[in-house]
């Protein structure tokens, strides 16, 4: 179906240079797509037959010239940030992803785009140890990530009023937390896995790790991801959000000891008791994507971790992802 689906079709990934963009571009082209990215970003590790615009999505004039004849959007792109960025830069966290969401979805409806994806976030969720797509209203989101947060909730809602005014179609998926080749590894500013990986390579002993390691987190390896984005375009056809992520919990603890399966040096693991460690549990509820979408990660936490180790271990000169990049 998904061979039929994007044959000889122009597919547009917006932030394609990132983790995620470069694991669906993969997809795309294994299902015959023609495949145009629009990055801030180096694109030099783009396959050549990629087309690439290197733009600005906060003008309106580049996202209207980067959907210019094109059948299908994945919009992935935005300003990315750990907490501790998210909280300094306030006002650009939140003005420049708007910005970039609300004049992407407008330039691929007024282009005669088919159909558009909005790849929202595990962040538009508020405190809960379950995350369920329609609960996410309830209450504003954490506080720690708020105006990454209010700027995905808001692209969510023109997904909706587009489909309310203008009847035109698109989806919505949040991923859990996500890992795999590209991703940001600058320990500084990554997420947990990459984070770990990369002071673990770098040969940090003891290695320690904030809390007991009793934390359960939801994580979903950028393939799978990836996969779950492209049965959400051919499948489900209305604004209604979608959780992707692997809906199995690991503890903190476990993603490390497999982190050190992987790895070419054996740290002593110290756990710092004494510092934060967030909600007890938090996982996503996968019912929907199970009966809208057919959909269930095929990488297991270790497979996930073990190749991404692989990748890393050979792209140790990787350009680290800035916050100000668009990614």
């Not at 023109?158 to 005014?165: D, M, R």
């Not at 991703?183 to 990459?194: E, L």
């Amino acid at each position: 179906m998904e061979q039929q689906f994007f044959s000889k079709k122009r597919v547009l990934v917006t932030g394609g240079t990132g983790m995620l963009g470069m694991a669906l571009i993969q997809l795309l082209r294994e299902y015959g797509a023609v495949v145009r990215v629009v990055s801030m970003d180096d694109p030099t590790h783009l396959p050549e037959e990629i087309e690439f615009q290197k733009s600005d999505l906060t003008q309106w004039e580049s996202c209207r010239k980067a959907c210019q004849g094109m059948d299908y959007v994945f919009h992935l792109a935005g300003v990315k940030g750990g907490v501790g960025i998210g909280q300094s830069q306030a006002a650009r966290f939140l003005e420049v992803n708007t910005l970039i969401n609300l004049h992407m979805l407008k330039a691929a409806r007024e282009s005669g785009v088919q159909k558009y994806l909005f790849t929202s976030s595990v962040g538009v969720y508020p405190d809960a140890e379950i995350f369920r797509e329609n609960e996410v209203w309830d209450k504003p989101p954490h506080p720690s990530d708020q105006y990454g947060a209010w700027s995905k909730r808001i692209g969510e809602l023109q997904c909706e009023a587009s489909l309310e005014q203008f009847g035109y179609k698109t989806c919505i998926v949040r991923p859990s937390a996500i890992y795999g080749p590209y991703d940001n590894f600058n320990p500084k500013t990554a997420m947990v896995i990459s984070a770990l990986m990369s002071r673990v390579v770098s040969g940090e002993n003891p290695l320690v790790v904030w809390g007991d390691g009793s934390q359960v987190r939801d994580f979903i390896y950028s393939k799978d991801c990836a996969r779950g984005m492209i049965l959400s375009m051919v499948k489900y056809h209305e604004p209604d959000p979608v959780n992707l992520g692997s809906g199995k919990g690991v503890t903190i603890r476990e993603v490390v000891e497999t982190i050190l399966k992987s790895a070419p040096q054996q740290p002593r693991v110290v756990w710092d008791k004494a510092k934060p460690t967030g909600n007890r549990i938090r996982l996503m509820d996968m019912t929907k994507a199970h009966q809208k979408l057919g959909f269930k990660c095929e990488y297991s936490l270790e497979r996930g971790i073990k190749e991404t180790m692989e990748w890393y271990l050979k792209n140790r000169d990787h350009q680290v992802k800035k916050y100000n990049a668009f990614v």
